[in-house]
């Protein structure tokens, strides 16, 4: 009688494939993430960021060309690899973003204000700064991440940064590190870095600025840390501010000798 | 050039608006998005898409067809709903 016993070796003949099944999905989700980083939307932000660092703007009609992002003033290339850093100039330590601002605002007469109003792009509301944002950044691509941390004002940072990311706070009693200082946590399906394990860091923090798939465009690491002190309850953390930048100079410490991949591509 | 194929590439930036989605003030967003597009070589169409509301924002395009040869160009035009087009031209790159 064969055919009774037909379910129960079917049964055995598909448990194997069960489990294929399951690899075959990751292997798909990761083959998916290739495909879609071939054609990151971000280079049109890169291209578009590029025009307008090129073109002469604001009240005084310069462009940004002569902007000094840390190494020396119109060096553009592998400048993103050395930020944050102390400037003399402002006697602070910025990272990308806020020295954009700055030369917006020194070299192009625009008002900080006006600049720092809406930083991040709302739909029908493109963000100037995301674009610039993305070709300064891009212009690194590939090399490694090398911030300074020798200025006694980026290792003062660096403390604020590393009390800053450790201190619960807020009506949820929530840190930074509540999520970020465990390896292999997540948020439904989206992994969250150990931000003080170099092996994630050197990842996640030389791809920021990202094209977000899920908001249709480009995020920056000062949007990822509004949003997250915003997911956290906390007071909103102002653009370009110190404490940003002090959080930026304590993750750029863990992240160095990553390779710069933005910008990047995310959920 | 991939093989005897010609690789084709597009990324295009549009923003896709649904007609379905809701601005601040809860008045809808009118619909906005590429209905038509048409890749062409030597005068003839090797690729014509008609799209709706379900492809996303700033969409990318990647095909392969045969025939080109480097040096002869490929021409993408895409209409969109409010009768905008853009029309972009490349040159096939040799290698690979």
Redesign the interface.
Known sequence: MPFPRLPALLLVATLPCVCAAQDDTQKEVERYRQ?LA??N?A??FEAKGEELWKTPRGPNQVSLERCDLGLGAGVVKGAFARLPRYFADTDRVQDMESRIVTCMVTLQGFKAEDVTRNPFSA??RPADLEALASYVAGESKGMKLDAPLVHPKEVEAFRVGERLFYRRAGPHDFACVSCHGEKGKRIRLQELPKLTDPNDARRIFTTWPAYR?SQ?TVRTMQHRLYDCYWQMRHPQMDYASEASIALEVFMAKYANGGEIGAPGLKR | MAGDKVEVRVLMAHEMETGQRKDASGALVPAHFIQNVTVTHAGKTVLSAQWGTSISKNPFVHFRFKGGKPGEKVTITWVDNKGERRTDEAVIAGGS
């Open positions: 495909l071939e054609g939307p280079d049109l739909p029908g798939v249709g």
